[in-house]
């Protein structure tokens, strides 16, 4: 079957702009996670999604980051007035139940410029 | 608050040799546990996990994981190591009551023939 897909793969975006990315996860998966990547580091938790609601936003880093996922589904990450620092690939992960392992998409590798 | 060391940046073992990736973690409570792997240009590929039971976790490509409450550490072992377990190793805490997963930093292994 086909696992969790995350596109675009990859995005060139200038500073200040705003820009979306998109989780398709395994279909079933209730729980649904973001995390964010920068080279030489492992996987830093953005937002833990149990079905619709957000059960954990503490790793959003400030007010620019918003994650949604209104039918359970399909979420996508959104991120206002985009800066440099800000690049990193972004993954997601979805799971059957939310203290399961999870199964990672390849990522979106988002560059500022 | 949980964290994740993974003291070594690399390790380098010869084709057959057994090899141990060490990995100790903190968090509140009793943990779950979890090593991923990462080949180049690929997503994160879950590997085993440990939640209750047995300390002597065994998971994919023959790989397997010691949980010690006492010494708060889930090494990755392997009898006989392979050139094609060269990757990236990352490994992750949780808490058991939270959807939120923390990562250490990545272990390189070189596996050479």
């Known amino acids: 079957g086909a696992g969790v897909s995350q596109t675009p793969s990859n995005k060139v975006t200038e500073k200040g702009k705003y820009v979306e990315l998109r989780c398709d996860p395994i279909s079933g998966h209730t729980a649904l996670y973001w995390y964010r990547q920068s080279l030489g580091q492992g996987p830093e938790f953005l937002i833990y999604?149990?079905?619709?609601?957000?059960?954990?936003d503490s790793g959003l880093p400030n007010d620019r980051f918003f994650a949604v996922r209104p039918e359970g589904s399909v979420s996508t990450l959104k991120i206002q007035r985009t800066e440099r620092g800000d690049s990193a690939v972004y993954l997601c992960?979805?799971?059957?139940?939310?203290?399961?392992?999870?199964?990672f998409g390849q990522g979106t590798r988002l560059t500022v410029v | 608050a949980q964290s994740v060391a993974q003291p070594e940046d690399q390790v380098n073992v010869a084709e057959g040799n057994p090899l141990t990736v060490k990995c100790t973690y903190s968090v509140s409570g009793n943990p779950y546990l979890f090593w991923y792997v990462q080949y180049p240009n690929r997503g994160l590929q879950f590997l085993l996990k440990y939640i209750t039971g047995d300390n002597l976790v065994k998971g994919s490509y023959g790989f397997e994981a010691e949980f010690n409450k006492s010494q708060t550490s889930f090494h990755l072992k392997k009898p006989s190591a392979l050139v094609s377990d060269s990757a990236l190793y990352f490994c992750a805490v949780r808490a058991p009551d939270a959807g939120k997963s923390t990562f250490g930093d990545g272990t390189t292994l070189t596996v050479k023939p």
């Open positions: 992960a979805s799971s059957l139940q939310g203290y399961t392992e999870a199964f």
């Open positions: 999604f149990q079905g619709t609601g957000a059960a954990d």
